[in-house]
């Protein structure tokens, strides 16, 4: 089995920042990439940022210069600095992983359970 556990969502007002972590656990052979996606109620889930393990990193445009993934291979953690935030940014945040559980098995998506990020004053 394999578990994505996020911490770090709540309220904050607009222009506060908020720190997400999640960290994957259990049978891990190898994980690729690492990411962040969104949803806000009545929308479709969209991505936030995304983190290979070799560090190169992609973000939506609606958080360029706001948002920073960061990871540390060595825990199986990705983290998502949120600096700068707007309310438009309210949204459930998902954690992402693309995880090889052996040698031998596929790569599969895993998901976390979510954690609700609110920007209101």
């Known amino acids: 089995q394999v578990q994505l556990v996020e911490s770090g969502g709540g309220l904050v007002q607009p222009g506060g920042s908020l720190r997400l972590s999640c960290a994957a656990s259990?049978?891990?052979?190898?994980?690729?990439?690492m990411g962040w996606y969104r949803q806000a109620p009545g929308d479709q889930r969209e991505l936030v940022a995304v983190?290979?393990?070799?560090?190169?990193?992609n973000y939506a445009d609606s958080v360029k210069d706001r948002f920073t993934i960061s990871r540390d291979n060595a825990k199986n953690t990705v983290y998502l600095q949120l600096n700068s935030l707007k309310p438009e940014d309210t949204a459930v945040y998902y954690c992402?992983?693309?995880?090889?559980?052996?040698?031998?098995?596929?790569?599969?998506?895993?998901w976390g359970q979510g954690t609700q990020v609110t920007v209101s004053s």
């Open positions: 992402n992983a693309r995880i090889k559980r052996s040698y031998y098995r596929d790569w599969q998506d895993y």
């Open positions: 259990g049978s891990i052979f190898s994980i690729s990439t």
């Open positions: 983190t290979t393990s070799g560090g190169s990193t």
